[in-house]
Each structure stands twice: as C-alpha cells, then as structure tokens.
C-alpha cells in the first residue's frame, strides 16, 4: 500500500530537496535564496531550468537525470504528487535538481533577475474560463520577465487544443520569437528517426523523448500531443490577443468537459 498524504507531507519536511512555501506563508515569511540558488543550493554555475506545474516530478527528474549540467527545479503546489520524484531524485543522489512547493501566481517571488534560463510547461491545466490563471498568458509572461534571462526559452507541451491555440495566439500577437512549433510531436519525432539528414540530437527529438505517466494514457487515447518553443525578450509590451477559441471537449484523461460553452476568450 503506497504512502498516504500526512505520511509524504512528513517526508517532505525532512527532504533537503524540497522547499515549502504555499500561498498563506510565503506573503509573511520571505524566501532568502531568491537570487543564491546557486551558490547556497546547487553549488556551481550551471544554467537554471524550471519546470512549472511539475505535478509528480517525472519530468524535472528525467530532465536531471539527462542533462547533469544543467539545474532543474520542478514547482507545483501539490505536495503529495511532489513527493514521488522529489524521493526519486534523493533515491539516486541526484544533485541537480530540486523541488519548491508554492503557488505559480508567486513564481518571481523566489527568483531573482536573470537567475534562470529556461521554463518547462508540461500539460499545464488549459483554465479556458480565466486567461489571467494560463501559464501561458501575458499575464504570467509578466512575471517569468522579472527572473528569466532576456530571450530565454519557454517550452510549452500540452495534449490541449485550447491552450495551443491560445499560445499561438498570444505569441503571434507579441511577435515573439517562435523556435520550434508543431501540432503533432510524436510525428515529428518519428520523421527525425526515419530522416538520416537529421541530427539523433534534434530538438524535436529531445522534447518527444521524455514521456509522462498521463502523456501515455493521452497518446493512447489517440491525442496528438503538441510542442512548442518560444523565446521571451525583456523589453517590449505584452498584450493579450483578443480571439475566440473553440474549447476543449474534455479536461484531461477521463474528465469530461464542465462548461456548457463552445468557445472561450
């Protein structure tokens, strides 16, 4: 029988890891590694790398389990999911990663500028009723500004029509710099396998190589999943884009759709 949640709420406690600070105390209590995660944290220079709404930690700890040169930190306010890979990565010692349990609407309080590289977005919820929740919104491109380096990378894979949409809207309306952008990933990955001319090492390749638990039952489901790579400059207002997008008709794997509308801002 697997560990109930006060056992892994007790777990994370002692995880040098971890790092808990939900909504109600981070507004009184301050966080002092905001700009020294690496020095008092991971101990060297290497890039900084988030994976924001990390549920489980599947991704973050693969990611680090990849790429050693590279810190990962996977943020989500679910403790008890946090808890499988945050126990995974003290399993096998991995010292590149780390897990900071907070609401994403305070992600700039606990970095400082230009202390991280890049952002992961994976299968982030598609909030279709709020665009001010999207993490992919103006509104919290707004926030990863103030820590992210000028022009660093947002990665966006999601199985979520509305959301990619949306993105593509919202990074087309900003002129962002698009990098990598395709409505059927594993299609692609599978191109690159067939496409001698194309590097093992390819971009598409390094984003369809990771797989989730529900990335699976998703595929199965017979979801395309898509992918799309992003950079974010400094300078230069954001605006929302004003369009109508069809819903999704589901939520995510086995939740129907809640909303008796067809389209959504």
């Known amino acids: 029988m697997g560990k109930g949640k006060l056992a892994k709420f007790a777990d994370m406690e002692t995880y040098k890891n971890v790092f808990q600070y939900p909504y109600s105390v981070v507004e009184h209590v301050p966080f002092e590694m905001q700009g020294h995660w690496h020095e008092q944290y991971f101990h060297n220079?290497?890039?900084?790398?988030?994976?924001?709404?990390?549920?489980?930690?599947?991704?973050?700890?693969?990611?680090?389990?990849?790429?050693p040169d590279i810190n990962f930190i996977g943020v989500d306010i679910k403790g008890a999911r946090m808890w499988t890979g945050a126990t995974q990565a003290l399993k096998e010692g991995l010292k590149n990663v780390a897990f900071l349990r907070t609401n994403i609407e305070i992600i700039e309080r606990f970095f400082a500028a230009d202390e991280v590289q890049e952002i992961w977005?994976?299968?982030?919820?598609?909030q279709m009723k709020n665009p001010r929740k999207r993490l992919t919104s103006t509104y919290f491109m707004e926030r990863y500004r103030k820590f992210l380096v000028?022009?660093?990378?947002?990665?966006?894979?999601?199985?979520?029509?509305?959301l990619f949409t949306y993105t593509t809207y919202m990074v087309g309306h900003n002129h962002l710099p698009i990098l990598l952008r395709t409505t059927d990933l594993y299609a692609e990955f599978s191109d690159d396998s067939e496409n001698s001319e194309k590097s093992e090492n390819s971009e598409f390749s390094e984003a369809a190589s990771i797989q989730t638990y529900y990335e699976s039952m998703w595929i199965a489901r017979g979801l395309n999943i898509k992918y799309m790579k992003w950079q974010l400059p400094r300078n230069g207002e954001l605006k929302e884009p004003d369009v109508e997008i069809e819903l999704d008709d589901y939520r995510s794997y086995h939740r129907s759709k809640r909303s008796s509308l067809d389209k959504a801002r």
């Open 150 to 162: 000028d022009g660093g990378i947002i990665h966006l894979k999601t199985d979520s029509n509305f």
């Open 121 to 126: 977005l994976t299968f982030s919820d598609p």
């Open 45 to 67: 220079q290497h890039p900084i790398v988030l994976e924001l709404g990390c549920g489980k930690g599947e991704y973050t700890v693969e990611l680090a389990r990849r790429y």
